[in-house]
């Protein structure tokens, strides 16, 4: 039982690039969600999943698209990269709405936009 | 919407000495409060976790409170040690919302 993954670990990228971080949870969660962590600060939800074609706006969602094919899998897609984005993006995982369940993070994707 | 409110932001404590740190929320009808450790580089993990029809829960060193009255909820770490230097976060919400509101974070520094 991996948890919840993420890749890559780190990445760079050049301002107007675009690239997709990758979440997998094989633990049958149907919450998933991913949140930004700028150096120092708390966490920003981006966007949110409660099921497998279904997906929702959080706090950030600007620049960023998501998709929710498989319970498994929570894509976060960064269209023309902007150095605003530089940032430590989580996914977690859920197994019902936030009221009383847990939710597992991932290790974390270290982005970094020059 | 809910609002969380998380004080201080810095804490600094001797080794072997009680730490507090305390949340308000600014919605009554919030019924579940988590709070997470994020050591340094590491992704935040759930300590400990109280509903709104308990008071108070404790784990081992670590307790939490929950006043509904005033909206505001605590964490406590008692006999402190070198390994409870983190960033410790509040959350709050209910039941029928999918999002937690977090805190901004409290950065526990335990001093040798």
């Given at each position: 039982?991996?948890?919840?993954?993420?890749?890559?670990?780190?990445?760079?990228?050049?301002?107007?690039?675009?690239?997709?971080?990758?979440?997998?949870?094989?633990?049958?969660?149907?919450?998933?969600?991913?949140y930004?962590?700028?150096?120092?600060?708390?966490?920003?939800?981006?966007?949110?999943?409660?099921?497998?074609?279904?997906?929702?706006?959080?706090?950030?969602p600007?620049?960023?698209?998501?998709?929710r094919?498989?319970?498994?899998?929570?894509?976060?897609?960064?269209?023309?990269?902007?150095?605003?984005?530089?940032?430590?993006?989580?996914?977690?995982?859920?197994?019902?709405?936030?009221?009383?369940?847990?939710?597992y993070?991932?290790?974390?994707?270290?982005?970094?936009?020059? | 919407?809910?609002?969380?409110?998380?004080?201080?932001?810095?804490?600094?404590?001797?080794?072997?000495?009680?730490?507090v740190?305390?949340?308000t929320?600014?919605?009554?009808?919030?019924?579940?409060?988590?709070?997470?450790?994020?050591e340094?580089?590491?992704?935040?993990?759930?300590?400990?976790?109280?509903?709104?029809?308990?008071?108070?829960?404790?784990?081992?060193?670590?307790?939490?409170?929950?006043?509904?009255?005033?909206?505001?909820?605590?964490?406590?770490?008692?006999?402190?040690?070198?390994?409870?230097?983190?960033?410790?976060?509040?959350?709050?919400?209910?039941?029928?919302?999918?999002?937690?509101?977090?805190?901004?974070?409290?950065?526990?520094?335990?001093?040798?």
């Amino acid at each position: 039982n991996a948890g919840v993954t993420q890749t890559p670990k780190f990445r760079i990228l050049k301002i107007g690039q675009s690239m997709t971080l990758q979440c997998t949870q094989d633990m049958n969660h149907n919450y998933m969600y991913w949140y930004r962590q700028d150096p120092g600060m708390g966490l920003k939800l981006i966007y949110y999943s409660v099921g497998a074609g279904i997906t929702d706006k959080g706090e950030v969602p600007n620049g960023y698209n998501v998709s929710r094919s498989t319970t498994e899998d929570f894509p976060l897609r960064l269209e023309l990269a902007a150095p605003s984005q530089t940032s430590v993006y989580f996914c977690a995982s859920s197994s019902t709405s936030g009221s009383g369940e847990t939710q597992y993070f991932g290790p974390g994707t270290r982005l970094l936009v020059l | 919407g809910e609002n969380v409110e998380q004080h201080p932001s810095t804490l600094s404590v001797q080794e072997g000495d009680s730490a507090v740190i305390k949340c308000t929320y600014s919605d009554s009808a919030s019924n579940y409060f988590p709070w997470y450790k994020q050591e340094l580089g590491k992704r935040p993990q759930l300590i400990i976790d109280i509903r709104s029809n308990v008071g108070e829960k404790k784990d081992q060193r670590i307790a939490v409170t929950l006043n509904k009255t005033a909206k505001h909820f605590s964490l406590h770490i008692t006999e402190t040690q070198p390994e409870d230097s983190a960033v410790y976060f509040c959350a709050a919400t209910r039941d029928s919302n999918y999002q937690l509101i977090w805190g901004a974070g409290t950065k526990l520094i335990i001093k040798p």
